[in-house]
């Protein structure tokens, strides 16, 4: 073989193998992207429902794309967005509910979640949300059919099993349920919640789903309008925080348990405690200047309804950890996010 023809061999060698490396750094770590949950992971599905809890109005989403109030309850994108971007997914998590849902839409994942749910079917029930249960029991099993439809019963169990499950849930039992009942024992309460998140992925283990990212619950006696609730100072509630940190440490405990015992399975905690409470002892590190209240009006009582477009906003919303007085601001889901895909990153079977 002459010395050119070896040479125009390697150098297509060469070609190819950086190409196919190429190629293979750009295919994402899951299928899909599914989501369940609450309000911080809400894209939009209560539009489409007969409830009050809605955030399709300005001021929300007023750092949306194209200034749009998609019904999320942030002034941008959600943790859930900004994550399946990071993974190379999609650019943002749209609401299952959404009768403009296209099949690419479905290949790639979308969102159950419901502003106001809870893991207690009693949380909220009157505000006629959609109950965590209800989202997969009912929801997602029929988003699966109707995938099977689209794609074909092999692809749509290879698109479940290999998309990331995210189940963002707790916080409105706890300051919408147990805090304004207080009608048992909070350590009994928190047994019964994980009870419900253990049958919960069952039911998405049952119909497919193999990896899961749950992250733990933050700082619940920081929100704003849980110190307003509580008639105290705008300092965190260290009670009800160490309320939410028991409840985490068993959080985990269950994750692991669960990941012994269902074959197949990688489970993911998300240790959102420990970032939120840095940011509020240390808010120059994150850029922040107000930890304690919301940017929309008072930031002490509005969300919802309440932080309308008669409302006044902060000039700065990247100052503020939290956008309204419950949720964070997108400033807040881009830090969470980034921790997220780290920790997804490292996870092992």
């Given at each position: 073989?002459?010395?050119?023809?070896?040479?125009f061999?390697?150098?297509?060698f060469?070609i190819?193998?950086?190409?196919?490396?190429?190629?293979?750094?750009?295919?994402?770590?899951?299928?899909?992207m599914?989501?369940?949950?609450?309000?911080?992971?809400?894209?939009?599905?209560?539009?489409?429902?007969?409830?009050?809890?809605r955030?399709n109005?300005?001021?929300y989403?007023?750092?949306?794309?194209?200034?749009?109030?998609?019904?999320r309850?942030?002034n941008?994108k959600?943790?859930?967005?900004?994550?399946?971007?990071?993974?190379?997914?999609k650019?943002?998590?749209?609401a299952?509910?959404?009768?403009?849902?296209?099949?690419?839409?479905?290949?790639?994942?979308?969102?159950?979640?419901?502003?106001?749910?809870?893991?207690?079917?009693?949380?909220?029930?009157?505000?006629?949300?959609?109950?965590?249960?209800k989202?997969?029991?009912?929801?997602?099993?029929?988003?699966?059919?109707?995938?099977?439809?689209v794609?074909?019963?092999?692809e749509?169990?290879?698109?479940?099993s290999?998309?990331?499950?995210v189940?963002s849930?707790g916080?409105?039992?706890l300051?919408?349920?147990?805090?304004r009942k207080?009608?048992?024992i909070?350590?009994?309460?928190?047994?019964?919640l994980?009870e419900?998140?253990?049958?919960?992925?069952?039911d998405?283990?049952?119909?497919?789903?193999?990896?899961?990212?749950?992250?733990?619950?933050?700082?619940?006696?920081?929100?704003?309008?849980?110190?307003?609730?509580?008639?105290?100072?705008?300092v965190?509630l260290?009670?009800?925080?160490?309320?939410?940190s028991?409840?985490n440490?068993?959080?985990?405990?269950l994750l692991?348990?669960?990941?012994?015992?269902?074959?197949?399975?990688?489970?993911?905690y998300?240790?959102?405690?420990?970032?939120?409470?840095?940011?509020?002892?240390?808010p120059?590190k994150?850029?922040?200047?107000?930890?304690?209240?919301?940017?929309?009006?008072?930031?002490?009582?509005?969300?919802?309804p309440?932080?309308n477009?008669?409302t006044?906003?902060?000039?700065?919303?990247?100052?503020?950890?939290?956008?309204d007085?419950v949720?964070?601001?997108?400033?807040?889901y881009?830090?969470?996010?980034?921790?997220?895909?780290d920790t997804?990153?490292n996870a092992k079977?």
């Amino acid at each position: 073989m002459s010395s050119n023809l070896l040479f125009f061999f390697i150098f297509f060698f060469v070609i190819v193998c950086a190409r196919t490396v190429c190629n293979a750094a750009t295919i994402p770590k899951y299928t899909a992207m599914i989501v369940i949950g609450d309000s911080t992971v809400d894209p939009g599905n209560n539009n489409f429902i007969p409830t009050l809890f809605r955030s399709n109005f300005i001021p929300y989403g007023q750092d949306f794309p194209n200034h749009i109030p998609s019904g999320r309850f942030t002034n941008g994108k959600l943790v859930t967005d900004i994550l399946a971007a990071l993974f190379g997914i999609k650019e943002l998590v749209p609401a299952y509910l959404n009768p403009r849902l296209s099949n690419d839409d479905l290949r790639t994942g979308v969102s159950f979640a419901s502003a106001g749910s809870g893991l207690d079917d009693l949380t909220e029930a009157e505000g006629g949300v959609i109950p965590v249960s209800k989202q997969t029991q009912i929801y997602f099993k029929a988003y699966k059919e109707r995938l099977i439809t689209v794609v074909g019963d092999k692809e749509a169990n290879r698109i479940v099993s290999g998309a990331l499950v995210v189940i963002s849930a707790g916080t409105n039992d706890l300051v919408f349920n147990f805090y304004r009942k207080e009608s048992s024992i909070i350590s009994q309460y928190q047994d019964f919640l994980l009870e419900k998140l253990r049958d919960r992925i069952q039911d998405l283990y049952n119909l497919g789903g193999r990896t899961f990212g749950i992250p733990g619950l933050g700082p619940v006696g920081c929100i704003p309008l849980v110190m307003t609730l509580k008639l105290k100072a705008r300092v965190c509630l260290e009670d009800v925080n160490a309320d939410a940190s028991l409840f985490n440490t068993k959080l985990q405990k269950l994750l692991h348990k669960l990941q012994a015992t269902l074959p197949g399975t990688i489970f993911t905690y998300v240790d959102l405690y420990g970032l939120i409470s840095d940011m509020i002892k240390n808010p120059q590190k994150y850029g922040f200047t107000v930890t304690n209240r919301g940017c929309c009006g008072s930031g002490l009582l509005e969300l919802g309804p309440l932080c309308n477009a008669l409302t006044p906003t902060c000039s700065n919303t990247s100052q503020f950890l939290f956008w309204d007085a419950v949720h964070p601001s997108e400033a807040v889901y881009k830090v969470a996010a980034k921790l997220a895909f780290d920790t997804l990153q490292n996870a092992k079977p």
